[in-house]
Structures are given as C-alpha cells and as structure tokens.
C-alpha cells in the first residue's frame, strides 16, 4: 500500500491505495524562492505606496518582508474583502491604510484608462498578489485582480471570455482586455507571487504590470511544469488554504485544469476532487442554481454577469463528459445539484473509483491548482 497525503483546506489528508491500482503520484517539485531573494525583491520597491490584491500565506509573507525592510512604505491600500488584514499589518507596522475607492455599477466607461476609475493609480503604486488559474483570465494576474473588482470592466471580461471558457493558461482575450488598461499606467507596478502547497513560494516576478506578467507566466510553465498524460481513474486535490476554500474557487482553481488536460472524456472515466468548501459555494452564481433561480443551460445567450457565473458556465460544458466524486464539508443537498457524488472521508476515494477486485489504475495528482500541462 502506498499512503498519499492532499493538501485539504488548512491541513493535509491522506488514503491509501494499492501498488496494482497505483498508475503514479505527479506533482511538480520547484524549488523554493530563497529568503535572500525575497529581501532583495523588497529592497527593489520604490513605491511609497501598496495595494494587495491577495491574502495568501505568501502575500502576507511578503508583505511583512516589505514593511519590515522598506521603510517608504507609507500606506497599505486595500479592497473591502481584504480590509481586516491589511489594518492589522499596517498598525503592526505603523503605516496609513486605505479602503480602495472603487466606481460605482452607474459609472459610464468611456476610456480604456484605469485612471479615469480609479485615481489611486494615478500615483506612484504598487500591485501585490499570489496568482492563480482563473476560468475567465487563465492564469490571473495583477490587472485581472483590479479588473475583477470593477462591476463593469469584469463584466466586458465575461463577454470577452464567453467562447472559450475555461480559458487557456497562455493568451486569453480576457487577460489581453485586463492588461491593455494598464498601458498607460506606467507608474503603476507589480509584483506577482507563485505559491504552492508544501512548497511555499516558488517565483516571484517585478516589474511594470505587463512584464511582470509575462515573467509570471514564463515561471508557471517552467517551474510547474508536467507532462500531458491522460487516464480513466484521477484523485486530485485543490491545493487548499484560499484554493478549496469553497466550491466556486475548488473547481475554478483546480478542477478545469484536470478535466481538459488529464482526463479521457468517455463514459468508463471517474474522477475523484479532494475539497473542503468549509465556506460554502461562494458565489451568487452558485447559490442561484442550487435554489432553482438560474438556469445557464437554457439562455446562455441573454444571461446579466453575476459572480460565479464563468465558472458554473465551464463547468456544465465539460461536466456532461465526465463521472465526477467530490469529498467536501458541503450538503449533499447541494451536491446532488452539481450532479456530484459525495464521499465520507479521504480514506474513501480510491474505493469511489475502482470496482472490487479492479486492476484499474489511479492517477494522483496531490495539488491540481498549481500545475502546468505540457503538450
């Protein structure tokens, strides 16, 4: 028997499967970004002031590297969802903090200019997140984290990304929508983390919001790196912490990379997601269809963007492909909803894939949330 252990919400799970049913364990194993890089990526801001974008380990990480050694550090902007955070690092370190001002759903749009939006990036500023795959964006970056943030401009993103949801991690229209606004933001920099479970962070790229981007996206494929290789039997899991917080972020995260790089779309195919959702579903997408008042499948057409919705989107375009399990904290109730079968504890899954006696084989992929499919 081999023991597998997934990152699962805060902790780590572990099941058992037998060597006959094992196919292998694939994961990526960068290398960890050195302390000494860190220090001196901080060292290199110049910008008086921050807005964070993220609350990952790795961002509170450095965000703490950066106040403690960055002394022109003024002021840490933050949105609404962050605020809690960013007001205790900055009485810990004793800097000005900031709720971001953002447009109201009435602002007309009528330049493709950030600033005309909002002014706090008309001054010297600089962008922090820990990117991630997104179903609209591929993979996000520092101008899809703002863009998300504005009703309207995230709206003209799902229009954008309709057609080929879930978007690909390289050169999605969304993300060229996102990072076209910044081009005349020169002033504006970004810095971009790549974390990983177990591993913390494994890359870390400075620069104007483009470039920085680019380099993100040259790390991601290099450093997380696997090889194409597709199998009927799958158990994955998200990545936990912010990954597998709630079902949204589990399969928008985690699940589409697995199911359009790994698995074989035929009817003998099962795949196992290791997912905590101790928050619940996570979007008002979500919510809607589990209560009955939304329906995409019928008037994918005419549909108003509501939160979620990109990921409920691609995941009923894909899901009629594939037998899927889910371990999670959430209701069977919503579950059944979603069409997934629930199982008790991770000791289960393997069982959740194979017939007694069946000389099946498993692929493992602990964190699917964090892994780059090569050709």
Known sequence: MTEIWVPYGPVEVSFDIRQENLSQVIEPQPPKVPSEELDIAADRVSEESVLVLSSTLATQKFLDILLTRNKGIKKIIYPKPLGAICRRKAQEFTVQSEQLELPTERTEINSRELKDLAPVLESKVLLIS????????????????????????????????????????????????????????SQVKSLELIEKARFGTVGISYGDVQSAHTRSLGLWQSLLGLPLQKSERIIFGCGGGENDRNLTEAIGR??????????????????????????????????????????????????????????????????????????????????????LKTIGGAREAPASLLQPGSRAKILVLPDASTAYFKA
């Open 130 to 185: 820990s990117i991630h795959y997104d179903p609209m964006f591929g993979l996000s970056s520092n101008a899809s984290e703002v863009v998300r943030l504005i009703p309207q401009l995230k709206k003209l993103s799902f229009t954008e990304s309709t057609e080929e949801l879930p978007s690909p991690i390289a050169n999605s229209r969304s993300s060229d929508f996102a990072l076209k606004f910044f081009e005349s933001l």
């Open 254 to 339: 985690a699940l589409f990379p697995v199911l359009v790089n790994l698995a074989l779309n035929d009817s003998d195919s099962k795949i196992c997601m290791l997912a905590e959702c101790g928050s619940g579903l996570g979007s008002e997408a979500f919510l809607r269809f589990v209560t009955g008042r939304l329906e995409p499948r019928s008037k994918i057409g005419g549909l108003e963007y509501i939160e979620g919705l990109e990921v409920l989107l691609a995941f009923q375009k894909l899901q009629r492909d594939f037998e899927l399990n889910i371990l999670t904290t959430l209701p069977k109730y919503y579950a059944s909803k979603f069409e």
